[in-house]
């Protein structure tokens, strides 16, 4: 393809380097949680196999096989549930330095469970010092739009992370040669004789831990067999009685590093704190949960799980009951609230209200379980009172558990709603 382009004369990536590579991969703007992703495989150093493996960092975090393929890209995974992102296309793969397109292929299967299937769906980059990096194992349709012979800037899109090719869940294999087609490693380390210094403009820790997300669950997540999607089973809303699970998730989890987690009330009120480490040496992906069972004598409105890891701090608030009641007699609510829906369960619409104790600009719309807004109910400025006759029409989506949720200046309320069909 580079030599047809040539030939053709068009313009081709200017020879000069050398080039610095960002991160291949992006959360989506519709992405829930703070963190994505981990890394799984790095490039095998030792040329011996089966199971004769060495990284950069003169570890074992890569693989070869019986045949003879010693690993040559970095693995990046989706998590938590990289299923679940797949289908949601919530991990974008990106373009780590600017450069042509000098391949691209789509429209392969993109639910591979093993090696059985060479056929992938890929972007390749010449770069402006005439190396090529190889984008691959995409979702099936999500290649980008762009053609062999176009431009793409640093950070632009490419695909959707999938499992396309010889591939056993969802992932990005990003590889990469010099313009003499010699392997590289752009990683710097003491077992990496391929290069002299870092191909990236930031280069990231071996092990790169991070909490990716906390969240609240009504049920433990279940992880069927490849390549069924996982069952998160996320719940932001809970009744008193019930019991939610705090989970958190993480990556490059190592052992002796120390969380400290909070559990918070309506008030701000420190109800439980507790903190937690592993015995492990190391997990590329991990992720505990905690019950929490909710008293009967519950206060009402938002709480708050917390936690801190490695000097970070992440936070996810769930409902417990109702946020606000009306005085008897008054025509102006005490607080900010959403009436309940009527009917629920519904199909295919059902109607709420909004009460307002002070004018506010409310923002309602819907959210499933996962956080992506499927429904944009109202977009305005309300006065203070009970606004009647909003209605949530749940036509063109599937049956589930949706959040109507209004978003005021100061305030905000939820209510669940179950749609049958």
Not at 167 to 174: A, E, Y
Request: contains cysteine; aromatic residues 14%.
């Amino acid at each position: 393809n580079i030599e047809m382009l040539r030939a053709q004369g068009r313009a081709m990536p200017s020879g000069n380097g050398p080039i610095e590579l960002t991160m291949p991969l992006r959360a989506a703007d519709h992405y829930p949680f703070d963190g994505f992703h981990g890394i799984s495989n790095f490039v095998d150093h030792n040329p011996a196999f089966p199971n004769q493996l060495l990284d950069y960092m003169c570890g074992e975090r890569t693989y070869d096989t019986a045949t003879g393929y010693n690993h040559r890209g970095i693995d990046y995974f989706g998590w938590p549930f990289s299923w679940y992102q797949m289908d949601h296309d919530y991990v974008e793969i990106v373009a780590a330095a600017p450069g042509m397109i000098i391949n691209r292929v789509d429209g392969n299967f993109d639910r591979n469970c093993n090696f059985n299937n060479p056929n992938w769906n890929a972007v390749y980059i010449l770069h402006d010092d005439n190396s090529i990096a190889w984008y691959g194992h995409l979702k099936k349709d999500s290649v980008t739009p762009k053609q062999i012979g176009d431009f793409v800037e640093r950070g632009e899109y490419l695909g959707v992370m999938g499992s396309s090719g010889a591939s056993t869940g969802p992932h990005l294999h990003f590889e990469l040669y010099d313009a003499d087609n010699n392997l590289i490693d752009p990683y710097e380390g003491p077992c990496n004789s391929l290069i002299a210094d870092t191909w990236w403009q930031d280069q990231h820790e071996y092990y790169d831990s991070a909490l990716l997300a906390v969240s609240t669950h009504n049920a433990p997540p279940v992880f069927p067999t490849c390549p069924q999607t996982e069952i998160p089973n996320y719940m932001d809303e809970f009744q008193k009685g019930e019991q939610a699970l705090l989970a958190a998730y993480y990556r490059d989890q190592r052992q002796g590093q120390i969380t400290q987690y909070s559990l918070l009330g309506p008030s701000g009120a420190v109800l439980s704190s507790w903190s937690h480490s592993m015995n492990v040496p190391h997990y590329a992906a991990s992720y505990w949960y905690w019950t929490f069972n909710i008293p009967q004598n519950a206060d009402d409105g938002l709480y708050t799980f917390k936690a801190t890891y490695q000097g970070e701090t992440l936070e996810h608030e769930f409902l417990v009951g109702t946020l606000a009641s009306t005085e008897p007699g008054s025509d102006i609510p005490v607080a900010f609230k959403l009436g309940a829906p009527w009917p629920n369960p519904f199909n295919p619409s059902t109607r709420f209200s909004l009460q307002l104790n002070e004018p506010q600009h409310v923002v309602i719309d819907v959210i499933n379980l996962a956080g992506q807004r499927v429904a944009l109910i109202s977009d305005k400025m309300f006065g203070a009172g009970t606004h009647q006759g909003f209605v949530f029409d749940g036509d063109g989506l599937s049956s589930g558990i949706y959040i109507i949720r209004a978003v005021g200046e100061r305030d905000r309320a939820y209510q669940k709603v179950t749609l049958i069909k």
